[in-house]
Nanobody, 125 residues
């Protein structure tokens, strides 16, 4: 079993930056593909970014490409999401997900076995 805890969310002005962290316990993340998802009020959950177990593959939604960077530190059992040039539409609860089924698509939430509880990101004008 894996427990995931996100942190780093908060209130930031448009154009600003935040770094989200997702710390894992229970099992090592070093062999797991992982991802970030988000859900805004009244909207469906959407994929944000994904990363292979060895960071060789990194994937981004078109809406965040060039602004967000996903990374991981397997020694610290932690996943990160660096968010720059934040926009109002980035406001959402951000969730990390772990243990994507091998060979499955990164942007499909159902392909992940473990989820964190989420951290709120609010971008103001």
């Amino acid at each position: 079993q894996v427990q995931l805890v996100e942190s780093g969310g908060g209130l930031v002005q448009a154009g600003g930056s935040l770094r989200l962290s997702c710390a894992a316990s229970g099992r090592t993340l070093s062999t797991m593909a992982m991802g970030w998802f988000r859900q805004a009020p009244g909207q469906e959950r959407e994929s944000v970014a994904g990363i292979a177990w060895n960071s060789a593959g990194r994937y981004y939604a078109d809406s965040v490409k060039g602004r967000f960077t996903i990374s991981r530190d397997n020694a610290k059992n932690t996943l990160y999401l660096h968010m720059n040039s934040l926009k109002l539409e980035d406001t959402a609860v951000y969730y990390c997900a772990a243990d994507r089924l091998p060979g499955s698509m990164w942007h499909i939430g159902e392909n992940y076995n473990y989820w964190g509880q989420g951290t709120q990101v609010t971008v103001s004008s």
